[in-house]
């Protein structure tokens, strides 16, 4: 569109309705951004486990470590120590 020198330029207008719809959606984004945060916390505390359990099981099969108690998840620990089998898992 081409503008003539003689044709002013266009007024934005917003409504108190658009004010208040943008406002909605931005706490609504704002959840979820919130839930999005406590998922990736999640994540990285599974993460941070799972490589914890690895590494356990890493030290158990080598004889490294004798009795001790390995994480499994959720806060929860069992006495763990070497067998005699060749591999732990």
């Known amino acids: 569109m ?3 020198m003689s044709q002013q330029p266009q007024r934005i207008v917003i409504t108190r309705e658009d004010i208040e719809r943008l406002v909605e959606e ?8 919130d839930v999005v945060r406590q998922n990736l916390a999640l994540v990285a505390q599974s993460l941070n486990e799972l490589r914890s359990a690895k590494d356990m099981l890493t030290l158990l099969s080598k004889g ?24 732990s898992l």
Not at 26 to 33: I, P, Q, T
Not at 74 to 83: R, Y
């Open 64 to 87: 490294a470590v004798q009795d001790t108690y390995a994480g499994v998840g959720g806060g929860v620990f069992i006495k763990a120590s070497p067998t005699k089998v060749r591999r």
């Open 26 to 33: 931005r706490n609504s984004l704002a959840a979820l951004l």
């Open 2 to 4: 081409m503008l003539l």
